[in-house]
């Protein structure tokens, strides 16, 4: 079912303006503060599509680099062409290294993610965690778009903060609603990706995504045939991780460099079934995994 979620979500709230005002001040601190050293990680999301339309307004001198995983929906890989020819700037695309994928899928299946939470994070280290390991390096900071509201997992996430490996992490829109998010959208008339206005709140790779229903939480069509302790995929971990939770992240399969991103391993249950939401997105999946083809910006 399609609606419309400027229509559905944007509302001017006490304080826009003053919030809008303050991400712009904190982007531009980053700047000086890493000039030549800071990208913007967008995931293409409504929040992450607000920080390239700042940047780009702006002129911040911020790199924009995504994590083209392989298994995307074809809407969101369609944003990063809708970014460059939008706002003329490059978008750098980091993709899985090849082997692996295939290696990967040759011994646990392209259904692996729904056996177990090991196997999932797995998937997550080699198509999400190592290509973001490339994105940073030679990088002393990057721009996300985590806020708090999102869940009660990001519920005490601040302006900046330093990420597992050292590096700045700056959250312009931590203090965001959804509803300042759509707003923002609509007043600047942001591209956003089309699944937004089917339900689809927080959007990543088509297997691990579905829609959601009236009530559900922000972040319930996530993983969510996992307990809400296993939600989020190792990109985001602070530097104040455990050292038991490191030590297990390095006997998980995946890459070892990457154990830091890798502390939110865990050994939550898996629950339920995942056919209601892989049925809603297995034509878009079929098409992401087409179009994983190499592209002219892409850092393999
Ligand atoms: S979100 Fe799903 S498909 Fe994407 S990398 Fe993680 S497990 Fe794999």
Redesign the pocket.
Known sequence: MNSNAVALYARETPGFDARVTSAVALLQDAVAGHTGQIVQATSLGAEDMIITDLIARHRLPIAIGTLQ????HAETLALIGRIEARYAVPVEVYE?VAHSAIQFVAKHGER??YDSIE??????????LEPLSRMLERRSAWVTGMRREQSDHRGAVGFSETDANRRTKFNPLADWSWADVWHYIAVNDVPYNPLHDQFFPSI??????RAIAVGEDFRAG??WWENEDAKE?GLHVSQHSSDAQVAAASRSEGVSSLVPAQANFGSAEVKGSPEPGRSQNENAKDAACMSSRPRPHSFQ
């Open positions: 995983t392989g298994m995307l899985p692996a993610m196997l999932r994070k797995s998937c997550c280290a080699m198509r999400k990543g790779c088509a297997p691990c995504t996530r993983w995929c």
